[in-house]
């Protein structure tokens, strides 16, 4: 089985089964990630009230962890939404937004990855830096200042550290597990003009990883039909405001054949 027809295969069961995808993600990016989950096939829910996590992560295909927003209340609902979810075997992504930018949101994923055990972390060259140790990678607000290829070293040990996937966004991703290493190329060079399209990224793990047990496949996936989906987007988009409209619309509408014609991805 190509690679292009087990991302399609994974679409498709999303599709079908529609799994709840629980994000306590950034206030910025509630909207754009739920209709990106809904435009997939998944069924968002959003919430930081630690009243209800237990309740909500038992109903949940996948638990999103984002540090986007690092208010308290937000903060709180994290360590009792990953307790549950790694008691009920749900996959968590976490994202650790703007790590290195400030000491809050550099020790915060640091000690959350102390205690819980994640199924895939995605993150921009800066933030994955700076969660496998490099002091130096300091962040420009919630910007990288690396390449995903400077990152590539730190991302695979901190995927073995954690025995999880780690996927570093930009021009090219970088997704990586245990010894395996893959580049995923495409998308949009307007992608990195809308607000929020990495968060995107983060909640389309957590989608595909509801369907799918094997976390390497599950953050590619969720690469490439970011990337495929960018470009469809381009070919019809004006602008960084019209390419936000048409990513949704490529995601409801994704084929086969759209994975297959856009899929660029180096082994």
């Known amino acids: 089985m190509t690679d292009a027809d087990k991302v399609y295969r994974d679409i498709e069961a999303i599709r079908a089964k529609a799994p ?3 994000s306590i993600t950034n206030y910025v990016v509630t909207n754009t990630t739920a209709n990106a989950l809904l ?7 959003m919430s930081h009230a630690v009243e209800e996590m237990a309740e909500l992560v038992a109903i949940s295909g996948g638990v999103v962890i984002n540090l986007g927003t690092v208010a308290p209340e937000y903060l709180a609902a994290m360590e009792p939404a990953w307790a549950a979810a790694n008691e ?3 996959p968590v992504v ?5 790590a290195g930018a400030s000491m809050l949101r550099t020790v915060t994923p640091l000690a959350l990855l102390d205690s819980h055990r994640p199924f895939i972390i995605r993150g921009n060259a800066s933030e994955i830096l700076t969660l496998a140790g490099d002091s130096a990678s300091a962040a420009r607000g919630v910007d990288s200042t690396a390449s995903s290829d400077a990152a590539s ?11 999880c996937a780690v996927v570093v966004s930009g021009e090219a991703d970088i997704v990586t597990e245990g010894g395996a290493r893959v580049r995923v190329l495409g998308g949009s060079p307007l992608m990195p003009r809308v607000t ?3 968060c995107t990224a983060t909640a389309l793990c957590a989608a595909f990883a509801a369907v799918n047990a094997n976390p390497l496949e599950a953050a590619l996936h969720a690469c490439i039909i970011m990337k ?3 470009e469809i987007a ?6 960084p405001g019209t390419l936000q409209l048409y990513l949704y619309d490529a995601l409801y509408n994704m084929s086969a054949q759209d994975v297959s014609d856009h899929i660029k991805v180096v082994r």
């Open 196 to 198: 929020g399209l990495g």
């Open 20 to 22: 709840v995808i629980l």
């Open 153 to 163: 070293s730190a991302a695979r040990a901190l995927a073995m550290k954690h025995a």
């Open 39 to 45: 435009a997939l096939g998944a069924s968002p829910i």
């Open 228 to 230: 495929v989906a960018g």
């Open 234 to 239: 381009e070919a019809k988009a004006s602008g």
């Open 88 to 90: 009920a075997r749900v």
């Open 94 to 98: 976490l994202d650790p937004v703007g």
